[in-house]
């Protein structure tokens, strides 16, 4: 099994910045494909960015192409959601997931879950 746990969020003002950590503890990081899925007030899970078990492949949601950016380091057992030009919608609890397949598309297949950190964006 593999424990996540995340870190990073809080309160900043529209078009600012954030950087979210996840570490791993537990079994291989890399064995993992990674994703980060949001959830905010009222609506569904989404999985706003997904990362293979290598890094060599990344995909992002609609909603958040060219502004945010996920990373993982294999090395240091970390995954990385680079967000840039924050908007009000991006207000949610962000989590960490893992999965031992090589991709998801739907948040809830993930196995694994950290407890989750706000991203509060105010306009």
């Known amino acids: 099994q593999v424990q996540l746990v995340e870190s990073g969020g809080g309160l900043v003002q529209a078009g600012g910045s954030l950087r979210l950590a996840c570490a791993a503890s537990?079994?291989?990081?890399?064995?993992?494909?990674m994703g980060w899925v949001r959830q905010a007030p009222g609506k569904e899970r989404e999985i706003v960015a997904a990362?293979?078990?290598?890094?060599?492949?990344?995909t992002y949601a609609d909603s958040v192409k060219g502004r945010f950016t996920i990373s993982r380091n294999n090395a240091k057992n970390t995954l990385y959601l680079q967000m840039n030009s924050l908007k009000p919608e991006d207000t949610a609890v962000y989590y960490c997931?893992?999965?031992?397949?090589?991709?998801?598309?739907?948040?809830?297949?993930?196995?694994?879950w950290g407890q989750g950190t706000q991203v509060t964006v105010s306009s």
């Open positions: 997931a893992a999965g031992l397949a090589r991709s998801y598309q739907i948040p809830n297949d993930y196995g694994y």
């Open positions: 537990g079994r291989t990081f890399s064995s993992y494909a």
């Open positions: 990362i293979t078990k290598s890094g060599g492949t990344t």
